[in-house]
Structure formats: structure tokens, C-alpha cells
């Protein structure tokens, strides 16, 4: 029983991870119709941000947490205005191509200055235990980033649907063409939303520096998840993206643990559940179905 | 045999004069290097996940190797003309096989050194077995390259799995608990790593009490899983033997002492590691973890003058790979200068049986049977971070374990 209970929580954190950097995406595609395949590599910025700030700087990782989310928010937004912004009118697939080759040359050169052996980064002396929970014990610093997760998504779900900022990006994110004829500045809003998105990721990256190998290529091998779980939330969808991401990591941690005899099902579980939702509802779990032209 | 100048020389001489006689397959007569030059070829990963345990400062490893080389006989060397090429395999055996049919061909290499990957690795066996040119393997680990896959142009010089089960497995069975839990990713060499600590183990008297293959590549990052599963086990393992390599062990490390599995009585032994993961994950978090080390730059005098020296050129201190292809690539200049040409057959010929001695290879000698390169291995424990006295000074040695008994006997699969 707290066998099932640790490896429960466990998925939820993994699924954190996946969750913050679903919404971002979810987010961004939703008011951009931009699949942004840098995603990864703004989450590696974060930790790989963590990292220097502490070694080069002394900056501890508390604010750290504030910082890296809030300056690569802004290097989105610059982004967003010099390159993205040109090609959104054209074939989703030129924003696609910018976007993976922006990520080549992001891991490229943070391998130029700092290789690719992981670089080292401890957890913060406060969350360093762990906590008792009757059942099990459990480590501090995990117990936080699910605390911090869920508080974020809760207060970005609040922004979104409770203010007028929120209402426009969602009335802006499923229709775009009817908001504007309704006097709304739609395109102010798009570079704030991207510089939000990439925060998400840069957030995710600090959080993720103290219980992963910080390397330029951290991203990469976590975007091809968090793409996974986008498409089985629903493409854009706010909500299906979250739900998702805590899914998908539940799903990964039961595989793993009950399925270890089948390592060909625990090590590709996730695509198995994205092919199956797929057939099933081809626009994904929380996705609205295209209607017919 | 090479303690002093003078015996160098006169079995130089001795073995130029046996070359001579054979008549090798030169038609040029006085011609006794292909294009009167030597060419080192340095194939390994350049930009991936190895390229900081060996990559480039492996080729600044041969390039010292070839000054030295080139100090050391002056005028008298065979030929002044060495030169170094290298190229970047990615980890990937297509890319390593067309890497090396290249390097033999058009670039006109005489030996292929380093080759980290172990799939990748053994095609570039079959390459130099196709190509009749020399091979000295330094970065993989399959025991096949000595095993059902050897040639007669292939050595393999550093290190391979049973190495590294020998000393790990047996002495942390001996000295820190009998019942094991081994995690391992689920490919080749993760495969590889546990049947040889598995077989280690149970020689030692110890039992493996659960294992486990993680997924290959761990997308998530994730091993909780098994670390939680550990303590559970019944009995319960007094050791986790993690075979994660690179950024996988980062992670497997990193969540170990999350978990706190050592307050909890479970030990931990890694199955490969280099200098450059314990600088990754520092001292502090792997202290007292024992592993098997091919090489330690600080293990004495010796050592530490070529570490000084590989510092200057490479700013940072050498791992085992870069000073086994600083080895490998001298030794084969001094085989080559004995035999005075360049020919494959005649230096492998000059190679087989001969005991070494250089900075790397204590109590070497490269063996004829299987040309497996065998010298003295180190069983290392990571220090506390109090007692780190130096940078990169991570490690101390408990004990050396002897070449004869560091590596498996020749395998009857191997038939060269």
C-alpha cells in the first residue's frame, strides 16, 4: 500500500514537470498557433540560468526562482518580436523549423562554454529532508515542487478564467478572428503570452536543476514527452494540457513500477496511451474538435 | 624490456633487423613508411554525451604522445612526419563504420585509436579486420572486442565490463554487504554490465536480491521507482550497483540522495565511472562510493607529472581515456620505430606478447591470444569533501589490483 502511495506521488511530481511545460506550450500554440519547439530548450536555460547564478554569483536558488522565469519571460517576448512574429502568417511549419533550429543553437552554445557533462546543483538546505507522511517518508524538496506546481496551475486556471485579461486571451485562443471583430486588441496580447509560456518552462527548468543532471541537452529528451502529452491533452487546450501532464506522469510511474517485466510496454507506455487516445478522439482527451469547413 | 635507452635500442635493432628479413609486403625497398609518414587517426564523440570523458582532449592526449615520441629519438626517429586526424562518430555505428573506412582509406591513417561506444566500437573492428590496419580500442567496454568479435588488428586497451565487475563487484561484496539490487538501462551495455557483476558477485559469495533494467534512454529523468523499490526487497540489499551511465548516473545519484537510501543501510557501488562524473556530481554527493578506476591521475609521482602536463595543454585534469590514448598512441610509435615500417602484420607481430611499462599501463602486456591490452586496475573510493585537498583530486585509491587478476583469462570465442 505505501508502495503504491510513493510511486503515486512520485508520477504526480514527474508529472509537474510535464504539466508547467504543457501549459506553456498549450498557451502559446493556443494564441500563436505556434508549435514552439525551443520549449525544451528555455527549460534547460532555466536550470542551466540556476546553475550560474549560484556558481558565478552567489544567487541562491530562491531567487533564482524568480529571476530566470522572469528574464527569459522577457528574452521570449524579444523573441517573439524580431523573429517569431514574421512568420506566423506563413505555413505553421516555418515557425516550426525557426523554432527547432533556435533550440540547436541554444544547447550548441551553452555546450560551447560549459560542455556537456552535467553540471553539479545542490538541493536548497531548507527542503534537504524529508517528510514524514505515516505511510512513508518522502523527500522535502519533492513534496514542495508538487505544492508549487498545483499552486501555479490553480492560479493560472484563476487569471484565465476569473479577470478580463484572462477572458480575452481565452476568447483570443478560440477565436481569433471573432475577438478582433468585437474591437478587442488581439496582437497585444501575443507577446505577452509567448514571454509567459516561455516563463513557465524557465520555471519548470529551476525547479527541475536540484533532482536532474543540468545539461545542455536536459530539454531535449524531456520535449519529446511533453509533446506527447499536449497531444493527448488536446492541442491548445488550457485545461487538457495540465490534466495531461499530471496523467501522463502517473501513467509513467505505474508502468514502470507494475510493468517492470514488460520493458518493452513500461518504456513506451506513453505513446501507446497517445496512439489509443488518438483513435479514439483524434483531437485528444480535452481537445474541441475542428468543425467541418 | 624498455627500462633504459640502451635495451630499447638494441632490441630496436634487433627486431628492424627481423623485419628486414621477413621481407615485408613493401615493394618501394627503402621505403619503409606509406608516404613516408605516420598518421594517428583519433575516432570518438565530439559533441555528445562522451565527448568530455575522451573527445578532444584525447587528440591533445596522442599529440603529446607524438612530441614525446618525437623528444625521445630525435633524428633517429623513424620519421618526423606524424600527424593526427580526427572526426566525431556521434555515438552512432553507421557513422563509426563510414568514419573509419574513411580514415584507412583517403586519409591515409594508419591507426584508429579510442572509439568510446561499444556498438560502434565493434564495427570499427570489422573495419580494421576488412582493411588489415591497426585498431587500439581505449573508450568502449564490450569484453566482445576480445571475445567472439576480436581480429588480429584490433587491441583493446583500458578497460572492458569484466574489469569492472572483477574489482567492483567482488570487493564491495567482500567489504560492504553480500545482497545486491542492480538497476541497469535496458541496451547493450547495460545488459552486458549485470551478467558480468551478476557472475562477480555470486563468485564473491554475495546475491543479487532483485535487478532491474530502466528504460534506455530515461526520457522522464526519472528513477524513483526503483530507488524506492530498493529498501523493500526482502532481504533487503545492503548494496544498489547502479550501471547508468553519463547524465543518467547524474540522475540516478542525484536521487539516491534524495531518497536518503544510504541512512536507510543501502549502500552504493557505480559500475563505470569517470573523473568527469564525479566533477559533475561532486564528492559530496557520491562520498564513500567505491568503483573500479583504469587510471587515477594523482595515484603517484608519475601520474601526476603527466597530469600536470596534460593540464597546461587541456586545462583540466585527465581522465583514464585520455591517458590510455596517450599510452596507446606511444606505444604503437614504439612498436612501429622497432619494426621500422609501418606494416600492420609487422607490428602487431612486434606488439604480441610484449610487456609494457609507461604512465598508464602498470605491469601492461599486451596479450597474444586475444590482444587484450592487461595492466594494473584500481579499486577507488570517493572522498568526503572535507578531504578534497586539491581540484579533480576526488579520489582515493584502496587498493591495486593486480593485471593478472584485473581482467578475465582469454576467452575461447576468440580466435584471431
Partial sequence: MSGFAQNTFNGLVSGAFYALLALGLAVIFGMLRVVNFAHGAFYMLGAFGAYVLLTEAGVPFWAALVIMPVGLGLLGMALERAVIHRLTRLDPLYNFLLTFGLTLILQDLVKLRYGVQSSPYATPSLLSGTVNFGLFDFPTYRVFILGFAVLLCVAVWWVLTRTRIGMVVRAATERPDLTRAFGIDVGRWVTPVFGFGIGLAGLAGVLAAPMRAVNPLMGADLIIVVFAVVVIGGLGSIFGSVAAGFGIGLVQAWGEAYLSNFPIVSQTIVFIVMAVVLLWRPAGLFGREEAPA | ?416
Avoid at chain 2, 565511472?273 to 562520498?287: Q, W
Avoid at chain 2, 606494416?343 to 602486456?365: M, Q
Wanted: proline fraction near 4%; charged fraction near 25%; aromatic fraction near 10%.
Fill in chain 2, 1 to 416: 624490456m624498455r627500462r633504459t635507452v640502451g635495451v630499447a635500442a638494441a632490441s630496436a635493432a634487433v627486431v628492424l633487423v627481423a623485419g628486414c628479413g621477413g621481407g615485408g609486403p613493401q615493394s618501394g625497398g627503402d621505403q619503409k613508411l606509406t608516404g613516408d609518414k605516420i598518421v594517428l587517426g583519433v575516432l570518438n564523440d565530439q559533441s555528445g554525451a562522451y565527448s568530455e570523458l575522451s573527445g578532444k582532449n584525447s587528440v591533445t592526449a596522442v599529440e603529446m604522445a607524438i612530441a614525446d615520441f618525437t623528444a625521445k629519438y630525435g633524428d633517429k626517429a623513424v620519421t618526423k612526419d606524424i600527424t593526427v586526424e580526427t572526426a566525431d562518430h556521434q555515438n552512432k555505428p553507421d557513422v563509426a563504420n563510414s568514419k573509419a573506412q574513411e580514415m584507412y582509406d583517403r586519409k591515409g591513417v594508419d591507426l584508429i585509436l579510442d572509439v568510446p561506444t561499444s556498438s560502434a566500437a565493434l564495427k570499427v573492428a570489422d573495419v580494421a579486420k576488412e582493411k588489415k590496419k591497426l585498431y587500439f580500442n581505449i573508450g568502449a567496454a564490450t569484453t566482445d572486442l576480445t571475445g567472439k568479435s576480436c581480429n588480429k588488428y584490433t587491441f583493446h586497451y583500458a578497460y572492458d565490463t569484466y574489469m569492472l565487475a572483477n574489482g567492483t563487484g567482488k570487493t564491495t561484496t567482500e567489504q560492504i554487504g553480500k545482497n545486491w539490487y542492480i538497476l541497469y538501462p535496458n541496451y547493450a551495455f547495460g545488459q552486458d554490465m549485470e551478467k558480468s557483476f551478476s557472475t562477480a558477485i555470486t563468485a564473491a559469495g554475495g546475491k543479487v536480491v532483485g535487478k532491474d533494467g530502466a528504460p534506455f534512454p530515461n526520457t522522464s529523468g526519472d528513477f524513483s521507482t526503483f530507488l524506492l523499490k530498493a529498501p523493500t526487497l526482502n532481504p533487503k540489499p545492503d548494496v544498489l550497483g547502479t550501471m547508468q551511465a553519463g547524465a543518467e548516473l547524474v540522475n540516478v545519484v542525484k536521487q539516491y540522495n534524495e531518497f536518503k537510501l544510504r541512512d536507510k543501510g543501502v549502500g552504493l557501488a557505480v559500475g563505470l565511472m569517470f573523473l568527469t562524473d564525479i566533477h559533475s556530481l561532486t564528492p559530496a554527493a557520491l562520498a564513500g562510493t567505491t568503483y573500479t578506476d583504469a587510471w587515477y591521475w594523482n595515484f603517484d609521482a608519475k601520474n601526476r607529472e603527466f597530469a600536470d602536463r596534460f593540464q597546461q595543454k587541456a586545462g583540466t585534469r585527465p581522465t583514464f581515456a585520455h591517458a590510455a590514448n596517450y599510452s596507446a598512441a606511444l606505444q604503437y610509435l614504439e612498436a612501429v620505430q622497432a619494426a621500422g615500417t609501418d606494416d600492420a602484420d609487422a607490428v602487431v607481430k612486434g606488439l604480441e606478447g610484449k610487456t609494457v611499462e609507461d604512465v598508464f599501463l602498470r605491469n601492461g602486456k599486451i596479450r597474444a591470444e586475444d590482444h587484450r591490452v592487461v595492466h594494473d586496475a584500481y579499486l577507488a573510493q570517493v572522498k568526503p569533501q572535507s578531504e578534497v585537498a586539491e581540484p579533480w583530486d576526488y579520489v582515493k585509491v584502496l587498493k591495486t589490483i593486480p593485471a593478472a587478476e584485473a581482467f578475465r583469462a582469454p576467452s575461447a570465442d576468440c580466435k584471431l
